[in-house]
């Protein structure tokens, strides 16, 4: 086999050939299984999303659909259940700071959306299906009107300034700020 | 020689030293704060007695707690028996505008902060749906200077051109302690048709498993007014008043006083959740409520 030189380039090349095709196979094998997985975890990523959304349709219905037949305080002690059972659940606070504008009481709705904003950025997001941008929009708009006038008229009232810091921070978070 | 004259200096700095590091709370300062009875005496303490320990460890005044009844507090105040005061918004009104006090601080608790509304419920089911079903039913209200829990559903109701005194079967208020719970509980059980309640009650009711948010119809409500209420005499040292608005301004939900030994939660005694800065003019709401349904301190007869 290995008799004369010949032979032995022969083997030699024949040798690093077959070494070459094994490492491409490696190579396109890793590069395969890497695209795969991150397909998979795209997947995973936006089913785990529509899930979310889902099931926060599911949990918040019942309040949603007392907020629908004008009874804002029932649906408001009906979220206080499932704030206090879910209170990492950034929606909650965004229902809640919704009525809660709805039925005059400006602060507590803006350090609602605030608690509820840290949360979950995604209610900033235009593109997001949860999204409340619109509404912070105006609830910002508000907010610097009112609170900053009462602001104005109340020099060194330290908790006049902190709802009206509050509303700067929405509105620092609508400008593409971050957390 | 020496060594006596030594030893007789040991004691006078030993003597001196345990001098020093006793308590001087003898030599402090006493003040007075009336705390108006929410729902006993004994319930009140409890709630307030660690709020106000805690307020003489920060001021380094020796506050004493007075417990109150509505109805005395502004005769026992103009006595002069207490200086500072905690009492619901309404009376702090009829306090200000008779007598003068200044604003400290404004309490927190529940969904609307400093701030808190009365209800007009009736029952789920009932077929009381809207306010003008009211008319003819039996209606109970909470006590008469409770600003949630009778002026804003009283004022709620002339609103609505009903007159209580005229267009209910009848209305009347529990006796005794705990009215507001005894009235939620009074229109869940039937013994009312409809009742004034504050939805402070409702909340903390609601919290505790004693009723189900969807129990009860919510027929009108007020918009969200300030509830509890700290002010101070007229003529009460400027430095005292500051010290004790920032004490409780500062309050944190950590903070503890030590009462009989034992050292308690300062907010969670207290049933709060903090104190705000709130201007007087955000009491301008009740105000208007008040001469509206003719109640003091702008009462004609």
């Known amino acids: 086999m290995f008799k004369d030189t010949f032979d032995k380039l022969c083997w030699a090349s024949l040798a690093i050939v077959l070494i070459a095709l094994l490492v491409l196979l490696g190579m396109n094998a890793g590069s395969e299984g890497k695209a795969a997985s991150g397909l998979d975890k795209a997947v995973e990523r936006e089913m785990a999303y529509h899930a979310r959304v889902e099931l926060i349709a599911k949990l918040y219905g019942p309040v949603d659909g007392l907020r629908k037949e004008g009874k804002n305080q029932e649906a408001l002690l009906k979220l206080d259940e499932l704030v206090r059972k879910y209170p990492g659940e950034a929606h909650g606070h965004i229902l809640q700071g919704e009525i809660l504008r709805e039925m005059g009481a400006l602060d507590e709705a803006v350090a609602s959306y605030v608690a509820g904003v840290k949360l979950n950025g995604d209610y900033l997001d235009d593109k997001s299906p949860l999204s409340r941008r619109g509404d912070i929009q105006r609830l910002v708009d508000e907010g610097l009107k009112r609170i900053g006038a009462r602001a104005a008229a109340n020099p060194g009232n330290r908790t006049i300034a902190a709802s009206l810091q509050k509303v700067n921070y929405l509105r620092s978070r609508l400008a593409g700020g971050c957390e | ?301």
């Open chain 2, 1 to 301: 020689m020496r060594i006596t004259q030594l030893m007789r200096l040991f004691i006078v700095l030993a003597l001196l030293l345990v001098v020093a590091g006793c308590k001087t709370e003898g030599k402090r300062p006493v003040v007075k704060i009336g705390y108006m009875l929410c729902n006993s005496e004994e319930e009140t303490t409890q709630r307030f007695l660690p709020l106000t320990r805690y307020l003489s460890d920060k001021v380094g005044v020796d506050f004493v707690m007075v417990p109150v009844d509505t109805h005395d507090f502004e005769k026992r105040f103009k006595a002069g028996e207490f200086a500072l005061t905690h009492t619901n918004s309404l009376l702090y009104i009829i306090l200000r505008e008779n007598e003068g006090v200044e604003i400290i601080a404004s309490e927190k608790r529940g969904k609307f902060g400093a701030r808190t509304a009365g209800a007009i419920i009736a029952r789920k089911g009932s077929g009381i749906e809207k306010l003008a079903d009211i008319r003819g039913k039996r209606l109970a209200f909470g006590p008469m200077l409770a600003p949630t829990g009778y002026l804003a559903e009283y004022d709620l109701m002339l609103a609505a051109g009903i007159n209580p005194e005229n267009d209910l079967a009848f209305y009347s208020i529990p006796p005794g302690s705990y009215k507001h719970e005894k009235l939620i509980y009074g229109v869940l059980y039937g013994k009312y048709d409809v009742a004034a309640a504050p939805v402070l009650d409702l909340e903390t009711m609601a919290r505790e498993g004693k009723i189900a948010p969807d129990d009860f119809v919510v027929l009108a409500q007020s918009k969200p007014i300030p509830y509890c209420t700290f002010a101070a005499a007229k003529g009460t040292d400027p430095a005292l008043v500051k010290k004790v608005k920032e004490a409780l301004l500062a309050l944190k939900p950590a903070d503890t006083a030590e009462v009989d030994g034992e050292r308690l939660k300062v907010m969670k005694a207290a049933w709060i959740d903090g104190y705000e800065e709130l201007p007087d003019s955000d009491y301008d709401p009740i105000r208007e409520m008040a001469k509206r349904v003719n109640m003091p301190p702008y009462q004609k007869y």
